[in-house]
T-cell receptor, first 109, second 118 residues
Framework: ELKVEQNPLFLSMQEGKNYTIYCNYS?????LYWYRQDPGKSLESLFV?????AVKQEGRLMASLDTKARLSTLHITAAVHDLSATYFC?????????FGKGTRLSVIA | EAGVAQSPRYKIIEKRQSVAFWCNPI?????LYWYQQILGQGPKLLIQ????????DSQLPKDRFSAERLKGVDSTLKIQPAKLEDSAVYLC????????????????FGPGTRLLVL
């Protein structure tokens, strides 16, 4: 059974600081996704990572994938308040998506 | 391009009552998914349709939940009778081909229906 674990589950960061969210999964994967969810809203796709060593960047967010370690990271650079949201990773391996529990990020001044 | 539409957005019912949710996917998307998201958790897949056929319903509590996608477009998810633990957000998502496709595939999510069972 594919299991996906994220840490931390809660993160409070100061504006301007850097931090990394980790996503570990239990079996080899075909694809790994990062989603963002604002309170009361639906999920917005951020990144799709397909292969070992894949790195994608959008603004202050950068996602990477290490398939050998079964680990993906979401790095936040110089956080701003607008990044406050819950971030989910989700993994696909011959099955529909399995989501982690999410990391609730709060960026404070 | 219009996104995934869902209705109603909110629903409050008493336990043992019935409820139905509706989803209209992005035009042309063959695959439709229903997820249950309990507060503080990630979404959990309930059922996946490819056109009007069921691909995966292994996590659907079939004694009380049912879903259909009769014409391969819109879909309804029903709960009958509802239990307290069914309180959650029910998300509908669609993708162009589905996870069997070889190409990169992203699921697009609707706004969800927030269900409260009292």
């Amino acid at each position: 059974e594919l299991k996906v674990e994220q840490n931390p589950l809660f993160l409070s960061m100061q504006e301007g600081k850097n931090y990394t969210i980790y996503c570990n999964y239990s079996t080899t994967s075909d694809r790994l996704y990062w989603y963002r969810q604002d309170p009361g809203k639906s999920l917005e796709s951020l990144f799709v990572l397909l292969s070992n060593g894949a790195v994608k960047q959008e603004g202050r967010l950068m996602a990477s994938l290490d398939t050998k370690a079964r680990l993906s990271t979401l790095h936040i650079t110089a956080a701003v308040h607008d990044l406050s949201a819950t971030y989910f990773c989700a993994v696909e391996r011959n099955t529909p998506l399995v989501f982690g529990k999410g990391t609730r990020l709060s960026v404070i001044a | 391009e219009a996104g995934v539409a869902q209705s109603p957005r909110y629903k409050i019912i008493e336990k043992r009552q019935s409820v139905a949710f509706w989803c209209n996917p992005i035009s042309g998307h063959a695959t439709l998914y229903w997820y249950q998201q309990i507060l503080g958790q990630g979404p959990k897949l309930l059922i996946q349709f490819q056109n009007n056929g069921v691909v995966d319903d292994s996590q659907l509590p079939k004694d009380r939940f049912s879903a259909e996608r009769l014409k391969g477009v819109d879909s309804t998810l029903k709960i009958q009778p509802a239990k307290l633990e069914d309180s959650a957000v029910y998300l509908c998502a669609s993708s162009l081909h589905g996870w069997l496709a070889e190409m990169q595939e992203t699921q697009y999510f609707g706004p969800g229906t927030r269900l409260l069972v009292l």
